[in-house]
């Protein structure tokens, strides 16, 4: 199996995962849906959430986690999955606010983030179930409680 994960730390922090913790849990989720894969991770502020998410969703304010697909490029890189952009500040805050350990919720933002990638999504119950049960069993196996209960 081959994953490149180009991290981006556009934010710095003491409490962000590592680069080895991110691999680890990219590859975790990849191992059974993806053998070669490529794509990014940013991490970044507020303020670039707020933009990015403004202008590419069309919703107000900073969010937790947006993932761009390479769809259309695919055809071309066929192992580019695309870019994962987390907001550091709004997890560390969910967290609190959850009652989650960081590395916890961390992890889940960039398994939840690598599956939207994949073509994953929660917009109807039925993909929701299919989603929520990946990163449920994902999280498992690395030790996570299960974020939904």
């Not at 710095?12 to 590859?27: C, E, H, T």
């Not at 993806?34 to 991490?43: F, P």
């Amino acid at each position: 199996m081959a994953v490149t994960v180009d991290i981006q730390f556009a934010y710095s922090d003491d409490k962000l995962p590592d680069i080895g913790l991110i691999n680890k849990w990219v590859n975790a989720v990849l191992i059974d849906l993806k053998k070669d894969a490529e794509l990014t991770i940013r991490i970044v502020d507020e303020t670039e959430a707020k933009e990015l998410n403004e202008r590419w969703s069309k919703s107000k304010g900073a969010t937790n986690v947006l993932s761009f697909p390479a769809n259309d490029a695919t055809d071309i890189l066929p192992d580019l999955l695309g870019d994962i952009i987390i907001c550091a500040p709004v997890v560390e805050s969910e967290a609190t606010q959850q009652s989650k350990p960081l590395k916890a919720h961390w992890a889940h933002m960039i398994i939840h983030g690598t599956l939207h990638l994949l073509g994953y999504d929660h917009i109807n119950e039925n993909d929701a179930k299919i989603m929520e049960s990946i990163e449920i069993n994902t999280l498992a196996s690395l030790g996570f409680l299960n974020p939904y209960s």
